[in-house]
């Protein structure tokens, strides 16, 4: 048991010191240099310009993970931004690293306690600490698409706004970008630079449908390439969409006003019912046993 300790805690250690970077491993930056001098086609972009999920492996623990869950923590680092210090490398090397420090939890609960109950709490603490990392990139990418779906109504108004002045719509877009502020107007932003770097506008946003799970902004990305495939009027497709985008998002005000009293149901009855009834039944409770 002592020896089984002794390695789990000097593969934390050295998990730890790759995860942390004192140890390197070869970086997506390396590969890409690498991919270049042997002329590979790049995986994570297709013909048609639309940035896709990579689910290649790469690194030396990337081959040991299966391409669906490297595809899912992909995924889940495009929504979430790709926050910095962060890569699909690190979560990959963070899950081990949890999973370890789970087992030396459970290898104190083991030789400490006998209860079964806790042996089985133990065994679901490796379980949590492996996928501890999946869940702070998943919170953070449904944080960041909720804080789009919040901010893109103001954003069309403004949009609006500049149209009815007089100004182009794509001057009216990079405009919203620069002066606006958190995850969308750094996709507009992105929106922007691709259209300059070559992309066409149709898959310019395409490439932004992909990067988001908003209905919202997907539809109006689609709203914006048919109108250009059909010679619709941008400006008027774009006022449509922020009256639309206006009515939804009252209507999910609405939806969370409606689901209030629901939930205050739940602490209702845990923490303020149990406490009305003692103050209210406790004296006669206790009088009633005092008479008897």
Known sequence: MIALALICILGAIALAAVGTGVVALPSSTVRARLRAVVAEPEPTVATSGVVKVDDS????????????????????????????????????????????????????????????????????????????PDLLIYN????????IQKSLPDTLDQIVISLEAGVGFEA???????????????????????????????????????????????????????AEEFGVSIASVVRTQAKEMRLSRRMRAEARAQQVPVKILIPLMICILPVLFVIVLGPAVVTAYAVT
Do not use: H
Request: charge should be positive; aromatic fraction near 8%.
């Open 172 to 226: 009216a877009l990079a405009r919203a970008g620069e002066r606006g502020e958190g995850p969308l107007a750094d996709e507009i932003v992105r929106l922007m630079q691709d259209m300059s770097l070559g992309l066409s506008r149709r898959e310019a946003y395409l490439a932004l449908s992909e990067r988001t799970t908003v209905d919202e902004l997907r539809g109006f990305c689609k709203a914006v390439v048919q």
């Open 140 to 147: 953070q990418a449904i944080k960041r698409q909720e804080e």
């Open 57 to 132: 492996p790469g690194g030396f623990w990337e081959r040991f993970t299966p391409s669906s869950m490297l595809q899912r923590i992909e995924r889940n680092m495009v929504l979430a931004g790709r926050p910095d210090g962060w890569s699909r490398e690190r979560v990959v090397l963070a899950k081990p690293m949890g999973a370890v420090v789970g087992m030396l939890f459970a290898l104190v609960i083991f030789t400490k306690m006998d209860a079964p109950m806790l042996k089985l709490v133990a065994l679901g603490v490796i379980v949590l600490g492996y996928f501890v």
